[in-house]
């Protein structure tokens, strides 16, 4: 069965502390892997789409990378306005238009 | 902006009752899709629609059904709403085979 794993659930950093998301995802081919920004009362804000192993993504302070197993979005020196719900996706290969998305982590930035 | 607008944000209803949640967009997108958000489940799609005369289930159809009356507007209905349907529900729209999702702001149900 497709799976998609995120951790840690909660993220709580002081701001200027650097660190990583993690996403690991089990699958029967992968087709794309799609990190979303979750903000209390939106909906999700598209950050990234990465489709190989080896492939990096940056946007100011986040930088999304994957693995054939797991994507990382590491967050270089975080401020309090990077606090959101981070969401992974992936899209696997099969007979429809299917993403499969984890449960988030939630990061709390702290001043 | 281009945006993808759903309403209500909020609804409160009876175990039984019909509701109607609606989608527009000003993207001029092809496809929309209709997930719901539970605590600890993440989301998931209910259905999807590629252009206005294709509509295709999703994981979770069951106790659902959606119309498509424009390539602007994609309503997702609950013919006898319960409990358990209770959720954040978003409606989000694509373009072509892009696979980058725009989500509306979601609408809170809540089911009694």
């Known amino acids: 069965e497709d799976q998609v794993t995120q951790s840690p659930e909660a993220l709580r950093l002081q701001e200027g502390e650097s660190s990583s998301l993690n996403c690991s995802y089990t699958v029967s081919g992968l087709r794309g892997l799609f990190w979303y920004r979750q903000d209390p009362g939106k909906g999700p804000e598209f950050l990234f789409t990465?489709?190989?192993a080896g492939e990096e993504k940056e946007k100011e302070r986040l930088k999304a990378t994957l693995t054939k197993k797991e994507s990382f979005l590491h967050i270089t020196a975080p401020k309090p306005e990077d606090s959101a719900t981070y969401l992974c996706a992936v899209r696997f290969s099969g007979g429809y238009q299917k993403v499969t998305f984890g449960t988030g982590t939630k990061l709390q930035v702290i001043p | 902006d281009a945006d993808v607008t759903q309403t209500p944000r909020n609804r409160i209803t009876k175990t039984g009752k019909r509701i109607m949640l609606e989608c527009s967009q000003t993207k001029g997108h092809d496809r929309m899709y209709w997930y719901r958000q539970d605590p600890g489940l993440g989301l998931r799609l209910i259905y999807y629609s590629f252009d206005v005369k294709d509509i295709n289930k999703g994981e979770i159809s069951d106790g659902y059904s959606v119309s498509r009356q424009a390539q602007a507007k994609f309503s997702l209905s609950l013919e006898s709403a319960i409990p358990n349907q209770t959720a954040l529900y978003f409606c989000?729209?694509?373009?072509?085979?892009?696979?980058?999702?725009?989500f509306g702001s979601g609408t809170q149900l809540s089911v009694l």
């Open positions: 990465l489709y190989s």
């Open positions: 989000a729209t694509s373009l072509g085979s892009n696979e980058k999702l725009f």
